[in-house]
Structures are given as structure tokens and as C-alpha cells.
């Protein structure tokens, strides 16, 4: 069973800077892809940035030159660093892994999900 758990998430203010972190269980991490999701109120889910575990990386045209997914696989953790944030940005933000080599945007393609992390960005 695989187990995702994120943290780091909280207030800032527009341009400002969140880390979030995602720590994994299981003994197979560096197998998964690995990735986030976000979910603003009143709008559906949708696709921040996905990372492969040998490098592949896709990002969302919405957060690219800003948002940077990396992971450590000794540390078990995918990391989303989030510069320049604005208020559009505010978001529970979700975990996800997938032992699909794809990088997908697609919630579906997604059999792994954290409880997710608030983060709001304030004008």
C-alpha cells in the first residue's frame, strides 16, 4: 500500500515563495511517477506538474517558468517549489503517483492520492 503525504503548505503573499513536500511509503518508490495536483474552490481539479523517476518532467503551461517539481529517491519525497505566486494560485494542492511511466495530466491516470495541502496566496 502506498501512502502520500504532503506538507508545507500555508499563507503567503502574491510573489511570494511555498515549498511544498510529498513524503511517500512504500518500498517501491522509485518506480512511481510522481506529481501534483490542484483544486481551487468552485473549479475542478486540474494538472500542476508531473516528474518521472528517472528525470522525465511535464509542467502546466499555467505555472511553467514559476513551479518546479523535483524529487529525492534516497528521501522518498517530490518537492514543488512555487515562486512568483499569485492569488489565482490559491489551492488545496494533492499528491499523486502512478506506477504508469506516462506523464499524464489526467486525474484518472492517478491510482495514488495524498489528503492534500491548502496553500493561499493573498493580494
Known amino acids: 500500500q502506498v501512502q502520500l503525504v504532503e506538507s508545507g503548505g500555508g499563507l503567503v503573499q502574491a510573489g511570494g515563495s511555498l515549498r511544498l513536500s510529498c513524503g511517500v511509503s512504500?518500498?517501491?518508490?522509485?518506480?512511481?511517477?510522481m506529481g501534483w495536483f490542484r483544486q481551487a474552490p468552485e473549479k475542478e481539479r486540474e494538472f500542476v506538474a508531473v516528474?518521472?523517476?528517472?528525470?522525465?518532467?511535464r509542467v502546466a503551461d499555467s505555472v511553467k517558468g514559476r513551479f518546479t517539481i523535483s524529487r529525492d529517491n534516497a528521501k522518498k519525497t517530490v518537492d514543488l517549489q512555487m515562486n512568483s505566486l499569485k492569488p489565482d494560485d490559491t489551492a488545496v494542492y494533492y499528491c499523486?503517483?502512478?506506477?504508469?511511466?506516462?506523464?499524464?495530466?489526467?486525474?484518472?491516470?492517478?491510482?495514488?492520492w495524498g489528503q492534500g495541502t491548502q496553500v493561499t496566496v493573498s493580494s
Open positions: 512504500g518500498r517501491t518508490f522509485n518506480s512511481y511517477t
Open positions: 499523486v503517483a502512478t506506477n504508469s511511466l506516462e506523464l499524464s495530466s489526467k486525474e484518472s491516470d492517478y491510482e495514488y
Open positions: 516528474m518521472r523517476w528517472s528525470g522525465g518532467k
